[in-house]
């Protein structure tokens, strides 16, 4: 069985920090490649070839090669390989066309709607695997979400060598997002329609691009051990619940904790914030909360309690919640900050409050690094009642910067956050389990009364900041699950005809 140091992994991602972030995808794929490097894993990446990218020379994109690529009888693309690099060791593959990728100038312009850039993604990456195979050949390719899943079914129905030995495993960052599409989009993907049917890549009567992926990979994670759970049920498995729990009952679904990148979000380097700070000297903290008040346009007072929120507004992430108890939390002794985008609804409601009550709230639409950081760095407490969440990095980054979360009890916050214990002392933020306003409102409540007892706050600040959610641990599981994933190839998965 091969060790771990000499394992060769693909990353595939349709986005990688700092290059091209919409959302955590961006984060792990980032920080879980270099976690996997510094254990002796050959890692690399490949991504598409985003206009934002390839055309800003501080990337110093270097060209690799092209190469012609039929998808089906009509359609033939001229493809490009560029690269950059995540680190001085880690290579990220850009795969574009012109007429592919190459106009998206900004993140939010990433996904699309359309089945077409992805299909030719997958294809193309596939064919770059190819063509590639005389330089490096990976033993390992770990796609990511719908974007990426067509590629374990083309490696599995191409008629090529060197996918023989391949090993593919898939992680689901969030089941909500499926990538379904009518049955002729396979004809154009160039696919058999042998694919078509209910153990592979049907789902009432459409094609479903992440079942494909799951389907045909040799195993598959997600992003927390609870979320892998929830995902087997009716209420969470968004309609391929009876298929998870089956790749759980072959010993092919995990759930593997994400981790965060501690020296991207560190408050005693980060340059974006006002002071820094550790946990045995938290007085830049303070000064922080003081900066973030002032830049707010409120009163710089110690005993407010600054609540902070760094999100998307969508119900998923508790809007509906946040929006029925507001007005009640408002009338607590707290100032709440919020940086985010989403539903229109949403973003509505929170412009208002922002123009009713500048002297609680603030609102910040879109999506600004430095701004967030500083809610991190200056807010006493974070908020993230999510109706689900399948792992969560707001919480990670927030306990970094000594922010105790407030959440609600799902997923990967179930696995991260325990509710803290006055008496004992015990717990690193405040977890309601109900999904109701009353119940986010009693735990903003018991945090303002912690807060007030101003010893316990501070030890809990700097208990949090030592806690250790970096990527060493999941990088370690990623590197186990690689091994048996190689291990126990193509076992479960029947040959095609």
């Not at 880690?90 to 795969?95: A, D, E, S, T, V």
């Not at 997002?177 to 002729?184: L, R, T």
């Not at 298929?243 to 995990?254: E, K």
Request: with cysteine.
């Amino acid at each position: 069985m091969p060790k771990a140091s000499k394992m060769s992994v693909l990353f595939v991602s349709a986005e990688v920090a700092p290059f091209a972030k919409v959302g955590g995808l961006a984060d792990v794929a980032a920080g879980l490649p270099k976690a996997l490097k510094k254990n002796g894993t050959d890692v690399r990446i490949i991504m598409p070839a985003y206009g934002m990218i390839v055309n800003d020379p501080q990337f110093k994109v270097k060209n690799l090669f092209e190469f012609d690529l039929t998808i089906n009888p009509r359609w033939t693309e001229r493809v490009y390989v560029k690269q950059i690099n995540l680190t001085p060791t880690i290579p990220i593959y850009l795969i574009g066309s012109e007429n592919w990728f190459n106009t998206v100038s900004q993140s939010d312009e990433i996904y699309q709607l359309e089945p077409e850039p992805y299909i030719f993604f997958n294809r193309a990456v596939a064919a770059f695997i190819e063509k590639f195979a005389s330089e490096w050949t990976p033993q390992i390719v770990h796609c990511n979400d719908w974007h990426t899943g067509l590629l374990p079914v083309y490696i599995r129905t191409l008629n090529n060598g060197v996918f023989e030995n391949l090993t593919t495993v898939f992680t689901v960052h969030n089941l909500s997002y499926q990538g379904i599409f009518d049955a002729d989009v396979l004809e154009t993907a160039g696919l058999p329609w042998d694919v078509f049917n209910f153990d592979q890549m049907e789902f009432f009567g459409k094609v479903n691009f992440l079942k494909g992926g799951l389907t045909f990979s040799d195993f598959v994670n997600t992003v927390s051990p609870t979320y892998a759970k929830e995902i087997r049920t009716a209420e969470r498995g968004e309609g391929l619940d009876g298929l998870m729990q089956y790749l759980f009952d072959q010993g092919r679904l995990r759930g593997i904790l994400n981790g965060i990148d501690e020296e991207e979000w560190n408050p005693g380097s980060d340059k974006a914030i006002t002071a820094k700070y550790t946990a045995s000297n938290l007085s830049g903290k303070a000064k922080n909360k003081r900066a973030l008040q002032a830049a707010c346009g409120w009163q710089t007072d110690p005993n407010t309690i600054v609540i902070g929120m760094v999100t998307r507004m969508t119900s998923q992430k508790g809007f509906d919640l946040i929006k029925s108890a507001f007005a009640k939390i408002l009338r607590l002794p707290v100032q709440i900050v919020l940086l985010g985008s989403g539903d229109s609804e949403f973003e509505r409601y929170f412009n208002t409050l922002h123009r009713r009550h500048r002297e609680k709230a603030h609102t910040t639409l879109g999506f600004n690094d430095e701004w967030a950081r500083q809610i991190y760095a200056g807010a006493d407490l974070f908020l993230m009642p999510s109706q689900f969440e399948p792992c969560g990095l707001g919480q990670l980054i927030s306990l970094q910067y000594g922010t105790i979360p407030i959440v609600h009890q799902t997923g990967g916050l179930t696995d991260t956050i325990t509710d803290f214990n006055n008496r004992t002392g015990k717990g690193n933020g405040f977890v309601f389990t109900d999904y109701t306003p009353t119940a986010l409102f009693n735990a903003v409540q018991r945090a303002v009364d912690t807060f007030e007892e101003t010893d316990n706050w501070q030890a809990l600040v700097a208990r949090v900041m030592n806690q250790d959610f970096s990527w060493n641990t999941s990088a370690q599981e990623y590197a186990d699950f690689y091994r048996e994933a190689v291990a126990l190839r193509r076992v479960f998965i029947p040959a095609l005809v």
